[in-house]
């Protein structure tokens, strides 16, 4: 079974800290993992996936298969950061993101 | 980029009463469709996969006959929430994968608001 486990509900970081969402997953294959962000009153979008190795917005995340984990970062937050972040793991066919399990979101508050 | 709309944003019923919820791919096609269940302050909950001119695909622990799912065309899946009753009441969310290009890209609707009352 596929779990994804989010363990802050609620981050909250001051404007130009670091910031570091936590995500680990539990595959028994070759994961897919995404990073989803809401913010307030809109629709989910995709932040960015791993096998991209992208920069969106400042944000990272870096597959860690030996610690299972697929932590989001930014090294300076900024108050338009602020929105619930949502770690997803991909389904059985790799690379087709075909059944996505969500964590259970982390709420990011960056205050001045 | 591409776009999922679904409608109602918001819908009240009353308890027993079928609503459908329909989702719509605007500018591709999706041959797959996902619908989830939001509780407040919860994370997403699969209940069932879509597929284009079959059966939709359900989560242990949904009820197939509650909640049904249409996909009858490339671009539209409708989820008709039967008999609803109040326990019923969530946001449901739609998600259709564009399977065009290599990046099999998933995009999410705005979902839907239902009250049962």
């Known amino acids: 079974a596929q779990r994804v486990t989010q363990p802050e509900k609620l981050l909250s970081v001051f404007k130009g800290a670091p910031v570091e969402l936590k995500c680990n997953y539990s595959?028994?294959?070759?994961?897919?993992l995404f990073w989803y962000v809401q913010y307030s009153r809109q629709r989910l979008q995709l932040l960015l996936r791993h096998i991209s190795r992208e920069s969106i917005k400042g944000f990272t995340a870096d597959l860690n298969k030996g610690e299972t984990s697929f932590h989001l970062k930014k090294p300076f937050a900024q108050e338009e950061d602020s929105a619930m972040y949502y770690c997803a793991l991909g389904g059985e066919n790799t690379g087709t993101a075909s059944k996505l399990t969500f964590g259970t979101g982390t709420r990011l508050q960056v205050t001045l | 980029g591409a776009v999922v709309s679904q409608h109602p944003s918001w819908v009240i019923c009353k308890s027993g009463t079928s609503v459908k919820i329909e989702c719509r791919s605007l500018d591709f096609q999706a041959t797959t469709m996902f619908w989830y269940r939001q509780f407040p302050k919860q994370s997403l909950m699969l209940m069932a996969t879509?597929?284009?001119?079959?059966?939709?695909?359900?989560e242990q622990g949904v009820e197939k006959d509650k909640f049904l799912i249409n996909h009858a065309s490339l671009t539209l899946s409708t989820l008709t929430v039967t008999s609803a009753h109040p326990e019923d009441s969530s946001f449901y969310i739609c998600?259709?994968?564009?399977?065009?290009?290599?990046?099999?890209?998933?995009?999410f609707g705005e979902g839907s608001w239902l009250t049962v009352v």
């Open positions: 595959y028994s294959g070759s994961p897919e």
């Open positions: 879509s597929n284009e001119g079959s059966k939709a695909t359900y």
């Open positions: 998600s259709a994968r564009d399977a065009q290009g290599s990046q099999n890209t998933i995009y």
